[in-house]
């Protein structure tokens, strides 16, 4: 069982930055691959990126590529989505997410683990 905690969510100008958190509770945090997903007002929820449990292999959502970054700290059980350039599509509840299974996969049903999220929102 892993708990997840969001934090660093909040109000940003178009074109600023955010750097959300996610806290893992337990000591097996390096065995699970972590990652983030979101869900805008009206629409399904999607993949917005993942990591490896080593942190040496990320794969992004296309939209995202190039602007977000996500990273991680085994010692601190922390992942990290660091969001640049942020636009107002990029607008929505934020989830960190974790699953055992080593494969990197952007399906939501793939992640046993899920916060509660934080809500980002992008004023144009």
């Known amino acids: 069982q892993v708990q997840l905690v969001e934090s660093g969510g909040g109000l940003v100008q178009a074109g600023g930055s955010l750097r959300l958190s996610c806290l893992a509770s337990g000591r097996t945090f390096s065995s699970y691959t972590m990652g983030w997903f979101r869900q805008a007002p009206g629409k399904e929820r999607e993949f917005v990126a993942v990591i490896t449990r080593s942190g040496d292999t990320t794969y992004y959502l296309d939209s995202v590529k190039g602007r977000f970054i996500i990273s991680r700290d085994n010692a601190k059980n922390t992942v990290y989505l660091q969001m640049n350039s942020l636009n107002p599509e990029d607008t929505a509840v934020y989830y960190c997410?974790?699953?055992?299974?080593?494969?990197?996969?952007?399906?939501?049903?793939?992640?046993?683990?899920w916060g509660q999220g934080t809500q980002v929102t992008v004023s144009s």
């Open positions: 997410v974790a699953d055992s299974a080593i494969l990197l996969r952007q399906s939501t049903s793939a992640y046993a683990y």
